[in-house]
Structure formats: structure tokens, C-alpha cells
């Protein structure tokens, strides 16, 4: 039998709000949210609200759990109170073994102190001794790839060197249970799948993994249990497929089926190009209106080029619910810019997909924006999602779920070749069938 190493029961937390720092407009927007919402006025208070509400789930050793949820949903105050970082209002969490952290940037380093110092003094905090330490110290610092710069005070590091220390302490030294709170939102692409493939050889060791993220492909690529948490309440306990394909059917995801930045200076993108609108759409209609397994889409992209002169192309990588990227598309045969420098000026692309090829579902839509068909400027994951639904027209008699990635409605042929009787085939007994 396997042993539950964390149990959470009815666990709640109220922050007064006159104290919130907003650190950033998500912040603000999450907290506005909440207050619209009617949620965490259990107290007549109205200044304090709840960031976790009666929340229970018990983990078992080894398992390796996605928590999602949108901004301000409650996931990183779940992850402090399990870290003992803050103290629960209600409610209680019980941890067997050693808690290893990766919080946001920044918890549990200390600024002054050299990356070397920082190695000990989070063996130390763990209960190791210095000889266990010291056994983990040159995997520690390879993994995070901080040789030259080890015995320098980590506030000199930059932001990506801060983040590969502090990922490659949580995950080498000998904690039991690994909390990871948003790390792949910050590194590199190869920084990412490189902490993707620790987390799993850490779960092969046996030890325990709660992992916060909003990237549905690492969540579905890692976690075969997965929480989702909304304005601080658990809406579901279960299998990560089944869990993130209802997040992402709720539209509480975060994404939309259309988006518009109006402020050019705050809008996603990069100093060169800087997103204005996406959208997703049937090709007959708005970005509001359903879209069936018949129907074209059309996702349309605008942005700013600020820079003269850049040879620009997007790229799309289009995920289903399940996590299976479906394709990846570039304007690479588009007849009129592809290949011309692009003037300082607004730009609209638009990519067709042809109607009869998804199946149906919730589809996820990463842009990257691209120049010189090789540097990504920007990376925009899960810009989009759109939903295909099913259509009775095109199902015949079949009302089951229709398996495969992909649902192409295709040409078939089907003749009679010859009769019992040996009597001759006329060539018009052919029938044409499409399925
Ligand atoms: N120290 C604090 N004081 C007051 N309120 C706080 C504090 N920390 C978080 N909150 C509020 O608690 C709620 C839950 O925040 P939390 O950081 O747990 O969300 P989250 O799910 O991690 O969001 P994100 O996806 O943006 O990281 C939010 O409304 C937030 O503004
Ligand atoms: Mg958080």
C-alpha cells in the first residue's frame, strides 16, 4: 500500500486586503475578480477575502500532481502554506517527510550570499550535513551551468542563472516532497524541458511532486493526477486528461477565443513586434460563435512591427485537449511578405484551416513570432483556444465519441467487383461513398 505523504483538510486561508501588495495587474485584475464574484465575503468584512477555501486532497509517496487554475485561483498559497512559508486561517496540512521548494524566484536564496553559500545554506535548512551536501554540490552546479559564477552573491545573477540555481538546489538535494511553482514560465526552451525531464527522474526515485503550472502540455506530459483550483476552492480532484480538459472547456483558462491589447506599451511581444489582436473564428462567422468539425477556421493574428526592415514570420503550434500538438504551421508560401522586410506599421496574418479536419474539441493555439526564420522573438503559449464542436450532419449514425487526433472527411470508392453467379459487372454498378 502506498503511504500518503501529505494530507490537506479543509484547509483555508484569508488575506485582509487592505495588505495586498499588487504586484502586478494580474493581481489587481484577480482580485477585482473575486470581489465580482461575491466570493470571500464569508466575513462581513468586505476587505478580506479567501484565498483558499475548504480545501482537501491527500497525496500519496511518488505521485506527481498538477495544480492548475486560473491567476489568483490560490495555487501559490496553497504551495506557501504546504512550505510553511505562511500559516493556514483554517483548517490543516499534513506533510511526511522533507519539503524542497521552488516557489517564485526567489524564496529561499538569500541575495547576499554567494550561489556556493546558498547550496549550504538550503542543505542546512533541510537537515542535511555538510558531507551530504557537499556529495550533491558538483551535480548541483553543473545541472544549473553557474560554474564561473558559484562563488559570486546571487543578486548579481541574472534573473535565468537565479532560476537554474534555485531549480537545480530544490531538485538534487534530499527533500521528499518537491513543491515547483511556475518554474518553466522563466527559463529558456532548453532549460525547460531539461526541469521537465528532473521532475520525472525524480518521481522515478520514488520521491513526491506537487507541480503548479499553466502550461497544459507539461502538466498532461508529467502529471497523471491533477487539482484544479478557482477563486480558492477545488472544482476538481482527478485524472489530468479528464481535469484539464474541463479547465480548458470552462474558459476559466485564461485564454480566449479572442483577445485585443489596446495598449501598445503593456501588450505581449517583444521591442520589435508586440501583439495587438488574436481571434479564432468559422470562417463565416465571429470569434463568438461556435465552430463545428464542418466548419473552416480562421485564426487571425495582428501585430506591431516597430522595427524596419525585420523579415517577420509567425508560427502556430495548435495542441488538443489531450495535449497532442496537432500541427505547427508557418506562412512560409504566403504570396505577398513572406521573405520582404516588413515596414514599422500594423500587420494582420491569417491562417486558414480547412473545415472537415479536427476532430472535435478544445484546441490550444502557441504563436511565436519569428525573424530571419530562426530567432523567436516572442513566445505566446496558449494565446488562443478555440472549441470544435460536433455536428450531426457529419456523423451519419454513429453517436459515439469519434476517435483520433484528426477527423478528415475523406473520399472513398466502393464497387462491386463480381457476382456469385459469374455474371458479368457492368461498369456504371459502381457506387461513390463519402465518409
Ligand atoms: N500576501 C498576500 N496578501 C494578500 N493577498 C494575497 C497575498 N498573496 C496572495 N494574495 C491573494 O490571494 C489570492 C490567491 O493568490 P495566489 O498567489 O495563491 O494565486 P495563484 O493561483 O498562484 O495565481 P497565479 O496563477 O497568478 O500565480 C489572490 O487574490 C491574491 O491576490
Ligand atoms: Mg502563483
Given at each position: 500500500?502506498?503511504?500518503?505523504?501529505?494530507?490537506?483538510?479543509?484547509?483555508?486561508?484569508?488575506?485582509?486586503?487592505?495588505?495586498?501588495?499588487?504586484?502586478?495587474?494580474r493581481?489587481?485584475l484577480a482580485?477585482?475578480m473575486r470581489?465580482?464574484a461575491?466570493r470571500?465575503?464569508?466575513?462581513?468584512?468586505?476587505?478580506?477575502?479567501?484565498?483558499?477555501?475548504?480545501?482537501?486532497?491527500?497525496?500519496?509517496?511518488?505521485?506527481?500532481?498538477?495544480?492548475i487554475g486560473r491567476n489568483g485561483s490560490g495555487k501559490?498559497?496553497?504551495?506557501?502554506?504546504?512550505?510553511?512559508?505562511?500559516?493556514?486561517?483554517?483548517?490543516?496540512?499534513?506533510?511526511?517527510?522533507?519539503?524542497?521548494?521552488?516557489?517564485?524566484?526567489?524564496?529561499?536564496?538569500?541575495?547576499?550570499?554567494?550561489?556556493?553559500?546558498?547550496?549550504?545554506?538550503?542543505?542546512?535548512?533541510?537537515?542535511?550535513?555538510?558531507?551530504?551536501?557537499?556529495?550533491?554540490?558538483?551535480?548541483?552546479?553543473?545541472?544549473?551551468?553557474?560554474?564561473?559564477?558559484?562563488?559570486?552573491?546571487?543578486?548579481?545573477?541574472?534573473?535565468?542563472?537565479?532560476?537554474?540555481?534555485?531549480?537545480?538546489?530544490?531538485?538534487?538535494?534530499?527533500?521528499?516532497?518537491?513543491?515547483?511553482?511556475?518554474?518553466?514560465?522563466?527559463?529558456?526552451?532548453?532549460?525547460?524541458?531539461?526541469?521537465?525531464?528532473?521532475?520525472?527522474?525524480?518521481?522515478?526515485?520514488?520521491?513526491?511532486?506537487?507541480?503548479?503550472?499553466h502550461?497544459m502540455?507539461?502538466?498532461?506530459?508529467?502529471?497523471?493526477?491533477a487539482i484544479w483550483l478557482d477563486l480558492g476552492q477545488m472544482l476538481e480532484?482527478?485524472?489530468?486528461?479528464?481535469v484539464v480538459s474541463n479547465y480548458l472547456r470552462s474558459n476559466a483558462s485564461g485564454t480566449h477565443?479572442?483577445?485585443?491589447?489596446?495598449?501598445?506599451?503593456?501588450?505581449?511581444?517583444?521591442?520589435?513586434?508586440?501583439?495587438?489582436?488574436?481571434?479564432?473564428?468559422?470562417?463565416?462567422?465571429?470569434?463568438?460563435?461556435?465552430?463545428?468539425?464542418?466548419?473552416?477556421?480562421?485564426?487571425?493574428?495582428?501585430?506591431?512591427?516597430?522595427?524596419?526592415?525585420?523579415?517577420?514570420?509567425?508560427?502556430?503550434?495548435?495542441?488538443?485537449?489531450?495535449?497532442?500538438?496537432?500541427?505547427?504551421?508557418?506562412?512560409?508560401?504566403?504570396?505577398?511578405?513572406?521573405?520582404?522586410?516588413?515596414?514599422?506599421?500594423?500587420?494582420?496574418?491569417?491562417?486558414?484551416?480547412?473545415?472537415?479536419?479536427?476532430?472535435?474539441?478544445t484546441?490550444r493555439?502557441?504563436?511565436?513570432?519569428?525573424?530571419?526564420?530562426?530567432?523567436?522573438?516572442?513566445?505566446?503559449?496558449d494565446?488562443?483556444t478555440?472549441e470544435?464542436?460536433?455536428?450531426?450532419?457529419?456523423?451519419?449514425?454513429?453517436?459515439?465519441?469519434?476517435?483520433?487526433?484528426?477527423?478528415?472527411?475523406?473520399?472513398?470508392?466502393?464497387?462491386?467487383?463480381?457476382?456469385?453467379?459469374?455474371?458479368?459487372?457492368?461498369?456504371?454498378?459502381?457506387?461513390?461513398?463519402?465518409?
Amino acid at each position: 500500500m502506498s503511504q500518503t505523504v501529505i494530507r490537506v483538510e479543509n484547509l483555508s486561508k484569508q488575506y485582509v486586503l487592505g495588505a495586498l501588495r499588487h504586484d502586478t495587474l494580474r493581481d489587481q485584475l484577480a482580485a477585482g475578480m473575486r470581489r465580482l464574484a461575491g466570493r470571500g465575503t464569508a466575513s462581513p468584512d468586505q476587505n478580506r477575502i479567501w484565498a483558499l477555501q475548504d480545501v482537501s486532497f491527500a497525496v500519496d509517496q511518488g505521485e506527481i500532481i498538477g495544480v492548475i487554475g486560473r491567476n489568483g485561483s490560490g495555487k501559490s498559497t496553497l504551495l506557501k502554506i504546504l512550505a510553511r512559508i505562511t500559516r493556514p486561517t483554517r483548517g490543516r496540512a499534513t506533510i511526511r517527510g522533507q519539503v524542497g521548494s521552488l516557489l517564485e524566484v526567489g524564496t529561499g536564496f538569500h541575495a547576499e550570499l554567494t550561489g556556493r553559500e546558498n547550496i549550504y545554506l538550503n542543505g542546512a535548512i533541510l537537515g542535511m550535513s555538510r558531507q551530504e551536501t557537499q556529495r550533491k554540490f558538483d551535480e548541483i552546479v553543473a545541472f544549473a551551468e553557474v560554474e564561473k559564477f558559484i562563488d559570486t552573491p546571487v543578486k548579481r545573477y541574472s534573473s535565468g542563472m537565479y532560476l537554474r540555481l534555485a531549480f537545480a538546489v530544490a531538485a538534487h538535494l534530499e527533500s521528499e516532497i518537491l513543491l515547483v511553482d511556475e518554474v518553466l514560465a522563466v527559463g529558456d526552451a532548453a532549460f525547460q524541458k531539461k526541469c521537465l525531464g528532473k521532475m520525472g527522474s525524480i518521481v522515478d526515485e520514488g520521491r513526491t511532486i506537487l507541480f503548479v503550472s499553466h502550461n497544459m502540455t507539461a502538466i498532461q506530459g508529467l502529471c497523471s493526477r491533477a487539482i484544479w483550483l478557482d477563486l480558492g476552492q477545488m472544482l476538481e480532484d482527478g485524472p489530468t486528461q479528464q481535469v484539464v480538459s474541463n479547465y480548458l472547456r470552462s474558459n476559466a483558462s485564461g485564454t480566449h477565443a479572442e483577445q485585443t491589447w489596446d495598449d501598445f506599451a503593456s501588450a505581449p511581444g517583444s521591442d520589435e513586434v508586440r501583439l495587438h489582436r488574436v481571434a479564432a473564428r468559422p470562417r463565416d462567422g465571429q470569434p463568438q460563435d461556435a465552430i463545428t468539425v464542418l466548419d473552416p477556421v480562421v485564426l487571425e493574428f495582428e501585430y506591431w512591427n516597430q522595427q524596419p526592415g525585420l523579415h517577420l514570420n509567425l508560427s502556430l503550434f495548435v495542441h488538443n485537449e489531450q495535449g497532442i500538438m496537432v500541427f505547427n504551421t508557418a506562412p512560409l508560401h504566403e504570396p505577398v511578405w513572406h521573405g520582404r522586410p516588413f515596414p514599422v506599421g500594423l500587420f494582420r496574418s491569417v491562417c486558414h484551416i480547412p473545415g472537415s479536419l479536427l476532430n472535435d474539441g478544445t484546441y490550444r493555439v502557441t504563436l511565436l513570432v519569428v525573424k530571419d526564420q530562426a530567432i523567436v522573438l516572442s513566445r505566446h503559449a496558449d494565446i488562443l483556444t478555440f472549441e470544435v464542436q460536433d455536428s450531426s450532419a457529419a456523423r451519419g449514425a454513429w453517436h459515439g465519441q469519434w476517435p483520433g487526433v484528426v477527423r478528415p472527411l475523406l473520399e472513398w470508392e466502393t464497387e462491386l467487383r463480381a457476382t456469385l453467379s459469374g455474371a458479368p459487372v457492368e461498369r456504371d454498378s459502381s457506387t461513390t461513398a463519402r465518409s
